[in-house]
């Protein structure tokens, strides 16, 4: 019975030794798994004590710092790698640590290089009684940069002045900044999900094949919209934004020139219009003059100028006064505007001389037709005030382009030769009544 008891005991305790060993095996091979992954581990690893003192710092953490375990074991993990200006906040985040079990924070650190950079920490207190955490940091400097710089670009978007909005790949509109909608469009309710072609130029088509002519990345130009109080010009610049080859979005920047294009069309105006009548200066009609020519040589038309001369204009100026005298010339040049087609031009040659000119004559009947109906206009009542009322008269030369001269400056010279003939004819008849006035006060 002993012997059997004993050759038990041998049994048991092979059994417990080799599962002891086995055991043992198992545990070396947790450790160097955990040894491994601890300092291969892609984050910065690192274990502080109660006091905060690193006890253990992996690889990635000297990666990330600059220093190595022999130079960073024993310090203080506040003091070793904070900067002061955030030491207050990373003491309040491991003291919650110890009480709370875990916390997370992101601060600012510095390297061995005196580097400051930007970290992601989360720490973890241990088991076993000590008091230890893990602190596991990831440098989050380059994503933090990244995040201003787009953080700056969103403010910029936002508080700029110009109206800007940008689509997706398909060009269809997936963002505006505010000054957008200051400008009050009246569609602009609609905008997103709206192709931008169809939004600024009505159609898909028109934005592609004007995008076409730009080399398909950038198109400027202009683009007139129906807003709450009027219609606004806007200057537009559209940009295709590519990545790798590949479109996209379209970033379009519109700016409002309402009141420039206005000043400029006011501008051009006073140019080329007389500031008393309204009427198409002097310049204005050369220039229009030889537009016509040019075009009547292709097309083979004809042109027509009639030379106007009022007839005493002096006298209604030392008669009447020079405001009465004004106010004959501006009713005089509405009048004749009013009688003729918008295509046609009236000019105030200068002092009481007016030239018409008419393109596409049709033939005699057409040209006597217009000449009634600048008699007609002129011979309208004008009423100078609630007491007089004159009745201009004037005297009518016509040239013809090209019977009676082919440049402008000849044919102008041939309708005022063809006027003065007219006037002489009428001074020889024993001169008629060319200036009758109403005097309503006799």
């Given at each position: ?13 092979a ?23 601890f ?77 400051e ?59 505006a ?83 420039i ?34 075009r009547?040589?292709?097309?083979k ?98 040239a013809?382009?090209?019977d ?39």
């Amino acid at each position: 019975m002993e012997l059997l008891a004993i050759s038990s005991l041998v049994i048991v305790l092979a059994l417990w030794v080799g599962h002891s060993i086995f055991l043992n095996r198992r545990l070396i091979e947790s450790q160097k798994r955990y040894l491994q992954f601890f300092s291969d581990s892609p984050v910065a690893l690192i274990v502080v004590d109660r006091h905060y003192n690193i006890i253990e710092w992996n690889q990635t953490a000297e990666a990330i710092f600059g220093w190595n375990y022999d130079e960073a074991a024993g310090e203080n993990i506040i003091e070793f790698i904070v900067p002061i200006f955030d030491k207050e906040h990373v003491t309040s985040v491991l003291q919650k640590t110890s009480l709370e079990g875990v916390s997370y924070s992101k601060n600012y650190n510095v390297t061995r290089y005196n580097n400051e950079i930007f970290c992601e920490w989360r720490n973890r207190r241990l088991e076993g009684g000590k008091g230890e955490i893990l602190c596991m940091a990831q440098d989050i400097t380059l994503s933090k940069k990244t995040l201003d710089e787009l953080n700056k670009r969103s403010t910029a978007l936002e508080s700029a002045g110009d109206a800007i909005f940008y689509t997706d790949e398909k060009g269809l509109i997936e963002f505006a900044n505010p000054s957008f909608f200051a400008l009050m469009l009246n569609d602009q309710d609609h905008l997103y999900g709206t192709h931008i072609g169809k939004y600024l130029f009505k159609e898909r088509l028109t934005f592609n094949s004007l995008l076409s002519q730009s080399n398909g990345h950038t198109w400027r130009g202009t683009v007139t919209k129906p807003s709450a109080n009027k219609e606004k010009v806007l200057s537009v610049t559209i940009t295709a934004i590519y990545h790798h080859n590949r479109l996209i979005s379209y970033v379009a920047n519109l700016h409002d020139i309402t009141h420039i294009t206005s000043h400029v069309d006011d501008l051009t105006y006073r140019v080329q219009h007389d500031p008393l009548t309204g009427a198409t200066n002097r310049a204005t009609l050369n220039d229009r003059l030889k537009q016509a020519i040019s075009r009547s040589k292709l097309l083979k038309e004809k042109i027509a100028l009639y030379f106007i001369d009022l007839n005493d204009f002096k006298l209604v100026n030392d008669r009447y006064g020079h405001e009465a005298g004004d106010r004959l010339l501006q009713d005089v040049a509405q009048n004749i505007q009013s009688s003729l087609r918008n295509s046609d031009t009236v000019c105030r040659y200068g002092g009481d001389e007016f030239i018409v000119m008419i393109e596409a004559v049709n033939d005699e009947k057409h040209l006597r037709n217009i000449y009634e109906s600048i008699n007609t206009a002129i011979s309208e009542p004008i009423y100078v005030d609630e007491n007089t009322t004159l009745h201009a008269r004037a005297s009518i030369g016509m040239a013809l382009y090209p019977d009676d001269a082919q440049e402008a400056e000849t044919l102008i010279k041939a309708a005022d030769m063809a006027m003065y003939v007219v006037k002489k004819e009428k001074n020889l008849k024993g001169r008629e009544p060319i200036l009758c006035a109403d005097n309503h006060s006799h």
